[in-house]
T-cell receptor, first 114, second 114 residues
Framework: TQLLEQSPQFLSIQEGENLTVYCNSSSVFSSLQWYRQEPGEGPVLLVTVVTGGEVKKLKRLTFQFGDARKDSSLHITAAQPGDTGLYLCAGDGWYGGSQGNLIFGKGTKLSVKP | DVKVTQSSRYLVKRTGEKVFLECVQDMDHENMFWYRQDPGLGLRLIYFSYDVKMKEKGDIPEGYSVSREKKERFSLILESASTNQTSMYLC?????????????FGPGTRLTVT
């Protein structure tokens, strides 16, 4: 069974601080995505990483895919209250030999205080 | 931009009622998914569909059924609602081609069963 473990589960920081969120698995994934979900809303796709070792930047957010494609990290520089939300990682998985489903981590709940 | 809409943002139903949750996507995506999201349990896949009139069970299909009569529409049915089905229900869609299988989510339906 493919699993994605996210850490930490909860993170509360002050505006301006840096933080890193981790997503780990013992399985290899073809690709991995990061989503952000605000309270009462659906998850919104932030980025997809496909190549081992790949680094992608989205303004103050830096995403990295591990060399072995088993793990990923999200680093936020100078966090702002608008970064508050639930961050989910997801990797493409298999159901009965069919590809197209995603395995989701349980998420990291980030709170950035002004 | 991909748009996934869900028929209701909030719904309150009584135990034993039949409940229909509708999801429509406008991007001609082949794949559609229904999840429920509960605190501490993350996103759990209920059913998914790779094509019209096609459905596959996810991790927690018990108590639910689905219908996909048209490519753009995927319905989730609770045959006889129970209090343990109180949850946030999220619909998603994705393209079936090769690549990252990114999923695009609707805003969610917060269902309360009393």
């Amino acid at each position: 069974t493919q699993l994605l473990e996210q850490s930490p589960q909860f993170l509360s920081i002050q505006e301006g601080e840096n933080l890193t969120v981790y997503c780990n698995s013992s399985s290899v994934f073809s690709s991995l995505q990061w989503y952000r979900q605000e309270p009462g809303e659906g998850p919104v796709l932030l980025v997809t990483v496909v190549t081992g070792g790949e680094v992608k930047k989205l303004k103050r957010l830096t995403f990295q895919f591990g060399d072995a494609r088993k793990d990923s990290s999200l680093h936020i520089t100078a966090a702002q209250p608008g970064d508050t939300g639930l961050y989910l990682c997801a990797g493409d998985g298999w159901y009965g030999g069919s590809q197209g489903n995603l395995i989701f981590g349980k998420g990291t709940k980030l709170s950035v205080k002004p | 931009d991909v748009k996934v809409t869900q028929s209701s943002r909030y719904l309150v139903k009584r135990t034993g009622e039949k409940v229909f949750l509708e999801c429509v996507q406008d991007m001609d995506h082949e794949n559609m998914f229904w999840y429920r999201q509960d605190p501490g349990l993350g996103l759990r896949l209920i059913y998914f569909s790779y094509d019209v009139k096609m459905k596959e069970k996810g991790d927690i299909p018990e108590g639910y059924s689905v219908s996909r009569e048209k490519k753009e529409r995927f319905s989730l049915i609770l045959e006889s609602a129970s209090t343990n089905q109180t949850s946030m229900y999220l619909c998603a869609s994705s393209w079936a081609g090769t690549g990252g299988y990114e999923q695009y989510f609707g805003p969610g339906t917060r269902l309360t069963v009393t």
